[in-house]
């Protein structure tokens, strides 16, 4: 459990600081939460890249004392595939958007659960575009509004746990700002995951998401994320009634690619 | 001597270069490249994988090439169009790389099979902002294994991607070849990895290698943190690169001259056209003509006093391409009024013979003496 003050700063880039979020964004919970993960993962900094995509999310690895790739919008995951595949020693966290992973990236998110290469993609999901100004994304709930749905969005959103499970992903979970001190334990457990592991946070965006749908302020928001969701292990016999379950939904050993690369390349040498 | 195909060669150029990292994703007429890469990149312990779509490919290249691998994509027109995102994220990241697009005709699908030289221009100008860039361009199977050497040197010396343009032809097309003896520059190392700026100079350091980096396609300082509102950084930065090639400009121009010394008549013309133009070159001197062909293998930099010096030598200046009128422009930029400027274009997926050239330049000289 993170402690309440506990000191994180040897993990943060300090003169990259203030950062971009607004006040009351979520985005600073998730990376408390990834940078007590990298506590209690005790990684050397230099080995870790953090590769980020477009947008609020892919700020991420500047303020942090690790290696930072900030890439290009949606194909984060697949500058962090050559990378990998070159390095597989290397550490790589991808922090993209909703509308990074499932929008512009969606093809680029799909394969890259279906290869099996030993990376972590943290999805910050706050149902909507902040960056550029409250647009609707493809996890805008149906009805929610946004500046390009101001009548309510029409579209079915894109459940991103069920997207990555149906893609092949070999450790997927899902967690919200709200619960503190669990997506610490999540991270740590997606990052020792000897595969692709996603990990869905739930993400408040007061500026925009919140505002434009009446939900109040960012505390407000949190308890509307606690009463979206329901840890699975909570999950009655009345189902979840609407929610969203939380937690692990897989964790499954599968023949990783370049583990299954370096094999092949010895295999074919010892051949020549 | 070996019979082998222009994309084997391509490929067999790279290995020799000491590419490493493959990416690509299937598209006529270059995938050969990339099948012969599946099969040479596994003993050697370089890394082969087929992306989901070009864009990835070129990603998972800078993306490799950012881990310390040589790292090449090859594609054709509609693949190197939406590669373009990615050539201007590699500009900004100062990332070496090499992309080859082999020309078909254009634009969208067009002419799937058959030769262009459509792209001239995209591939100097194709993605958004200004870049420094090097475009390089082969005309025989012997060339192509040469200047994808050439490719991967100038790459890793200035930290740049850098586009070789092949053409659906040059890269079916199979010679009898001696693969020449080539040079190969590795990529420049910092002198202190301490008090090493990851931007600022040619000097590279992948990722692991040393103090942690920052990489992005956002302005950014000579450190590599974002300078996102500051636009007198972005542009000293961008001259700075653009710069280091305007002041090795000679030594990147990359040319074959045939009959140069005395021509009154140039043919100036790059790629599998160089090859009807050279015909044309000996059809016209057995007519007594002087004519004398530049063939083009660096098209940008733009090699304008070159070209500038040869015009103002000559009576008429012919420049054949396949497209309707792109590399002319950047000659008659250079050329001024110091002799007329012909072009000769089609985009119907045929080379010229050679008798067309010449009657070009017949015209021209006709024209000339009339005048």
Redesign the interface.
Known sequence: MPRVGQDLRQYLQL??MPHVWCPGCGHGQVARGLATALDRLSLP???L?L?GGIGCSGRT??YF????????HG?AL??????????P??TVITTMGDGDTAAIGG??FI?ACRRNIDMTAIVYNNGIYGMTGGQQAPTTPRGARSVTTPLGSLEPPFDIVQLALAAGATYVARSTTFDFDELPTLIVDAVRHPGFAVVEVLTQCPTYYGRLNELGDAVAMLDYERDLTLPQEAITKEGLAGRRPLGVFRREIAPEYTAQ?AE??AR??A?? | MKLIQGNEACALGAMRAGCRFFAGYPITPATEIMEWMARLLPPKGGVFIQMEDEIAALAAVIGASWGGAKAMTATSGPGFSLMQEHLGYAAMTETPCVVVDSQRGGPSTGLPTLPAQGDVMQARWGSHGDRPAIVLTASSVRDVYEITVAAFNLSETYRLPVVLLLDALLSHMRENVELPEVAVVDRRKPDSVEAFQPFGSTAFQAFGDGPPLVVTGLAHADTGRPRASDGPNLERMLRRSIDRLETDREAITRYRAIGLDDADHLILTYGITARSAAGAVQQLRADGIRAGLLELQTLWPFPERLVADLASRVENVVVPELNLGQLVMAVRAAVGGAAPVRHLGRADGRLFSPEEIATAVRAGAHEVSRA
């Open positions: 003169d990259s900094l230099d080995q890249v590769v690895p500047f004392n690790a290696n930072a790739m900030h890439t290009t194909r697949a500058f962090a595939t050559g990378l990998k595949l070159t390095r020693e290397l093809n680029h394969h690369y092949l390349c074919q040498a051949r020549s």
